[in-house]
């Protein structure tokens, strides 16, 4: 008798287990905005941007206080005229060698960067000089460059001459300096 019980029992908990089983919809979402998100409207109103950022006229949210971006490398050189001779007098170069691979990258990015205004050969006759679209141009035979000054003004620029910090990373800028400087012994 006692076995008839159990099994009854065993058959009446199945029974009552899977009957409230339907393959079409799940019982229980364990989290349910996952399964059922909200949708937002491009530039709707938003809770996000109320308070201070609203009051402000912000359209977006800052990122934390001294968050930097994925990727960023720190220069510590201050763009300034204190800050480019400093970096000329003590700036080096962190790449021990240089491949040849990376040479041939070097050259590429001067060409597409540097060339148009400094000349092929650096002696500042590029294609926007020729045509006296910029004038003053600098030659690298009458200047003092070091590794430090040149890797200093492709980051921040010097008079006409705009920043690269953006089109170009800390390591492809090394590269292009390096290049620079195999250009200046050269004339």
């Known amino acids: 008798m006692k076995s008839l019980f159990k099994i009854a ?17 799940p019982n ?28 402000k006229g912000q359209t977006a949210q800052e990122p ?6 994925r990727g960023f490398e720190i220069y510590d050189y201050e763009n300034s005229t ?18 040849d691979k990376e040479a041939a990258k070097g ?21 926007l000089v020729e045509r006296e679209k910029f004038l003053g141009v600098p030659s690298y035979a009458d200047r003092p460059v070091t590794q430090g ?5 492709i980051t921040y620029g010097l008079n006409s001459m705009g920043s690269h910090a953006n089109q170009l990373s800390q390591h492809e800028r090394w590269l292009v300096t390096d290049y620079v400087l ?3 012994s050269k004339l």
């Open 28 to 55: 229980y979402q364990f989290f349910p905005n996952m399964y059922e998100s909200v949708g937002y409207e491009t530039y709707a109103e938003s809770e996000a941007f109320n308070g201070e950022n609203q009051l």
């Open 182 to 184: 195999q250009l200046k």
């Open 82 to 99: 204190a800050g480019y001779e400093l970096a000329k007098a003590n700036l080096v170069s962190p790449l021990d060698s240089i491949s």
């Open 64 to 69: 934390p206080v001294g968050s930097v971006k």
């Open 9 to 25: 029992l065993l058959f009446g908990l199945a029974v009552s287990v899977t009957s409230c089983f339907n393959s079409k919809s």
């Open 107 to 127: 050259k590429e990015l001067y060409g597409i960067y540097c060339a148009i205004c400094h000349g092929d050969s650096g002696n500042g006759k590029g294609k």
């Open 149 to 153: 000054s040149v890797f200093h003004v």
